[in-house]
């Protein structure tokens, strides 16, 4: 779930890590709010709220969002200072399940992951509001970041799951393995859990 990015770890408060996106998030947030709380931010930025603080090139969120909802939400973001980066948003979001954004003023990148699956709408209605300085943020719970990187399995994100999981200790383990297990059936990753449970 996502395109690879680049990361380093830095020994910051995730509030400091996060500075020079406050705005884009804060234009980010302001979307969600105005489509009725129906997403949440992922990617970096939560990992960086929920684990460690990390480096992250652009911002990424699910919203559950239906094909015929597109060109609402496109004037909605406009305005947010969000415009498309790329000619032809709408094609490229109904075949591939993506809205390619940009905050314009800061130039940051953000992807509006169409959420659609059953997983995806239990993130949703799971989700809690984190305190970011100045603004609140909408993120997954622990459990639902891990399952989402999961799936994605690449070195970054076995690595936020290590740093989640350092995080919070009280991790419901059995919702984690529920989905895995439902993602590595569906996607035939039979050795996804294992994968995921030795990082745990």
Same mark, same amino acid.
């Given at each position: 779930?996502?395109?690879?990015?680049? @990361? =380093?770890?830095q020994?910051?408060?995730? =509030?400091e890590?996060?500075?020079?996106? #406050?705005?884009?998030?804060?234009?980010?947030?302001?979307l #969600?709010?105005? +489509?009725?709380?129906?997403?949440?931010? /992922?990617?970096?930025?939560?990992?960086?709220? #929920?684990? @460690?603080p990390?480096?992250t090139?652009?911002?990424?969120? $699910? +919203?559950l969002?239906?094909?015929?909802? %597109?060109?609402?939400?496109?004037?909605? &973001? &406009?305005?947010?200072? %969000?415009?498309?980066?790329?000619?032809?948003? $709408?094609p490229?979001?109904?075949?591939?399940?993506v809205?390619?954004?940009?905050?314009?003023? =800061?130039?940051?990148?953000?992807?509006l992951?169409?959420?659609?699956?059953? +997983? !995806?709408? !239990?993130? $949703?209605?799971?989700?809690r509001?984190?305190?970011?300085g =100045?603004?609140q /943020?909408?993120?997954? @719970?622990? !459990?639902?970041?891990?399952?989402?990187? &999961?799936? &994605?399995?690449?070195?970054v994100?076995?690595?936020?799951?290590? !740093?989640?999981?350092a995080?919070?200790?009280?991790?419901?383990?059995?919702?984690?393995?529920?989905? $895995?297990?439902?993602?590595?059936e569906?996607?035939d990753?039979?050795?996804?859990?294992e994968?995921?449970?030795?990082?745990?």
């Open positions: 779930m996502g395109k690879a990015k680049r @990361t =380093s770890r020994p910051q408060s995730k =509030s890590s996060l500075t020079p996106f #406050l705005a884009p998030i804060q234009a980010l947030q302001n #969600l709010v105005q +489509f009725g709380d129906q997403g949440v931010i /992922v990617g970096g930025v939560a990992a960086s709220l #929920l684990g @460690t990390r480096f090139a652009d911002l990424d969120a $699910v +919203f969002l239906r094909v015929e909802d %597109i060109p609402g939400i496109l004037r909605m &973001a &406009a305005g947010h200072g %969000i415009e498309p980066r790329i000619s032809d948003p $709408v490229f979001a109904r075949k591939n399940r809205l390619l954004l940009r905050h314009t003023a =800061s130039g940051t990148d953000i992807d992951i169409m959420g659609m699956l059953p +997983f !995806e709408i !239990e993130m $949703v209605e799971r989700s509001l984190m305190d970011l =100045s603004i /943020v909408r993120l997954p @719970t622990p !459990e639902d970041l891990i399952i989402m990187k &999961a799936v &994605a399995h690449r070195p994100d076995l690595a936020d799951i290590h !740093e989640i999981a995080s919070h200790p009280g991790l419901d383990r059995a919702r984690i393995q529920y989905w $895995v297990d439902q993602f590595g569906a996607l990753i039979s050795y996804l859990w994968t995921i449970s030795d990082v745990l």
